[in-house]
T-cell receptor, first 109, second 116 residues
Framework: EDQVTQSPEALRLQEGESSSLNCSYT??????LFWYRQDPGKGPEFLFT???AGEEKEKERLKATLTKKESFLHITAPKPEDSATYLC??????????FGKGTTLSVSS | SAVISQKPSRDICQRGTSLTIQCQVD?????MFWYRQQPGQSLTLIAT?????????ESGFVIDKFPISRPNLTFSTLTVSNMSPEDSSIYLC?????????????FGEGSRLTVL
């Protein structure tokens, strides 16, 4: 069965302590991998799309990378305002997005 | 990206009743979807809302329970029928961008439903 798995489920960091979130997938025919940020009580906010292995995208303190089996969301020198749940989703031909359960990030000052 | 408005943002309902959630987009979009997000779970696709025709439902979701309308390219409704406590969840409207869809989705704020 196609699957999207995110780890860890929760991550606590000190401000400035860099780390990475993982998204592994087993879908066939990947057409795109997406990262979203979701704040409590709000809908997911689009961050990045990655289409092929080796691709990288950056936005402020976030950098997303993609291999043939997984994606990483690297957070460099995080700030408290980066606290949120980060969702990974994959798009395969003929289907809508398949989401992982997310990683809840807490950054304390 | 499109601006998506959902109403109601939250509601508390009694078992056995039905609730209709509205989704209004500020621009015409081709792809529109309804997702459910239960506590601690992934976003789960309920159905694709097709303009002018019946929605396409995912496995485990049926039209009698979740009727969907999409009269035009900017508006859709999702009804949760004959509700039970298991239907307590966040329901999210999402749309693809304008033009050919490349998989990106934009979400509304969601409608948090509690069934007593």
């Amino acid at each position: 069965e196609d699957q999207v798995t995110q780890s860890p489920e929760a991550l606590r960091l000190q401000e400035g302590e860099s780390s990475s979130l993982n998204c592994s997938y087993t879908v066939s025919g990947l057409r795109g991998l997406f990262w979203y940020r979701q704040d409590p009580g709000k809908g997911p906010e689009f961050l990045f799309t990655l289409y092929s292995a080796g691709e990288e995208k950056e936005k402020e303190r976030l950098k997303a990378t993609l291999t043939k089996k997984e994606s990483f969301l690297h957070i460099t020198a995080p700030k408290p305002e980066d606290s949120a749940t980060y969702l990974c989703a994959v798009h395969q031909a003929g289907t809508a997005l398949i989401f992982g359960k997310g990683t809840t990030l807490s950054v304390s000052s | 990206s499109a601006v998506i408005s959902q109403k109601p943002s939250r509601d508390i309902c009694q078992r056995g009743t039905s609730l209709t959630i509205q989704c209004q987009v500020d621009s015409q979009v081709t792809m529109m979807f309804w997702y459910r997000q239960q506590p601690g779970q992934s976003l789960t696709l309920i159905a694709t809302a097709n303009q002018g025709s019946e929605a396409t439902y995912e496995s485990g979701f049926v039209i009698d329970k979740f009727p969907i309308s999409r009269p035009n390219l900017t508006f859709s409704t999702l009804t949760v029928s004959n509700m039970s406590p298991e239907d307590s969840s966040i329901y999210l409207c999402s749309v693809g961008g304008q033009g050919a869809w490349t998989g990106e989705l934009f979400f509304g704020e969601g409608s948090r439903l509690t069934v007593l």
